[in-house]
């Protein structure tokens, strides 16, 4: 029986990004729909329910995605609420590539770092990335200051991890000028650079200057990059005693964990992989026991 994915898409355009990577994954029939809306999407999810026996469901599957986490979330709720019984399908959700994105940065960070009880900081924290960094790093029990231009929106995050990670250890702080984003790295262990494509919140000659740092992670690849110092291809490259990675040095475990995790919902019919399933997964791609 052939495997079919269904790529539901909140833009109106599916994205050729995940169309290629599902390709890759080896998956024999891609379906694709854009404008996918909780309004819209439960006939969607009969079609693929109804149509084979519940031993053959694991040959069927959905891809959440679009450019809008806020909206791959809904729908996500929607789509596990058309389930019942055996009646499902696995289903991952990756709107924007947030969940690998963010596992990928943090199960790097742990091939170098202990992060139980280590000083993290996410700067531009309050996107979908950030935020999940942010959160998996409190799940490893790191303490981590959670920074966005704004106290409010970064408070906001800390409370919204704290309903994820019951003994979350995070701290808001706000900047908005280089000099304010380099004096609350001051005594970080590890930063994670995930602002917007195009923002650099440390220039160059920074990262030299802060003590006691040991891995730097910029997330951005759109130049300006987020951390001057971070060439966008670098990884797991020591400079000033810091360990080093850029975009696509995080980038190639992500498509990794992409495709590990679209093969994977091959495997049964009752998986939902979202954060914390996608950074097992990326764990296990990175070679880290867990
Ligand atoms: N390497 C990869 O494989 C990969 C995959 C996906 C995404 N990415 C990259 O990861 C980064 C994070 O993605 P995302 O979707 O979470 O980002 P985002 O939502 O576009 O931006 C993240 C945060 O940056 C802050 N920000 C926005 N404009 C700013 C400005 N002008 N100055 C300072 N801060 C600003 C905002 O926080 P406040 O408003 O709260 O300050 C925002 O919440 C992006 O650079 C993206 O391109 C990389």
């Known amino acids: 029986m052939k495997t079919i994915l269904a790529q539901f898409d909140t833009d109106a355009l599916p994205s050729s990004f995940d169309q290629v990577v599902a390709v890759d994954s080896n998956v024999e029939q891609l379906f694709s729909y854009g404008s996918v809306t909780p309004g819209n999407v439960t006939g969607l999810v009969h079609g693929l329910m109804f149509t084979r026996g519940p031993a053959e469901l694991k040959n069927s599957a959905i891809f959440i995605g679009g450019s809008d986490v806020a909206k791959g979330e809904l729908l996500l709720r929607m789509v596990s609420k058309t389930f019942f019984g055996p009646m499902r399908v696995s289903v991952m959700m990756d709107s924007n590539g947030c969940n ?44 981590v200051t959670v920074v966005s231009r704004t106290l409010d929106r970064a408070e906001s995050a800390c409370i919204t991890i704290r309903t994820k990670v019951a003994d979350a250890q995070v701290t808001a702080a706000c900047a908005s000028q280089p000099s304010e984003f380099e004096e609350l790295c001051q005594n970080a262990t590890l930063i994670v650079s995930a602002g917007a494509a195009g923002v650099c919140f440390l220039e160059s000659g920074v990262l030299q200057k ?12 759109v130049p ?67």
């Open 100 to 143: 690998t994105t963010a596992a990928a940065a943090i199960a790097s960070s742990r091939k170098h770092l202990n992060l139980a009880g280590c000083r993290a900081i996410v700067l531009g924290a309050t996107g979908p990335v950030g935020l999940r960094a942010a959160e998996l790093l409190a799940l490893e029990k790191a303490n």
């Open 210 to 221: 802060i003590q006691g740092l040991k891995l730097a992670i910029d997330l951005n690849a």
């Open 224 to 290: 300006p990059v987020g951390v001057a110092d971070i060439g966008v291809m670098e990884k797991a490259i020591e400079k000033f005693g810091v360990i080093c990675y850029g975009a696509l040095g995080v980038g190639g475990l992500k498509m990794k964990v992409h495709k590990k995790a679209i093969a994977s919902l091959f495997e049964s019919n009752d998986r939902v992989l979202e954060t914390r399933t996608i950074y097992d997964m990326a764990l296990q791609v990175a070679g880290i026991a867990t």
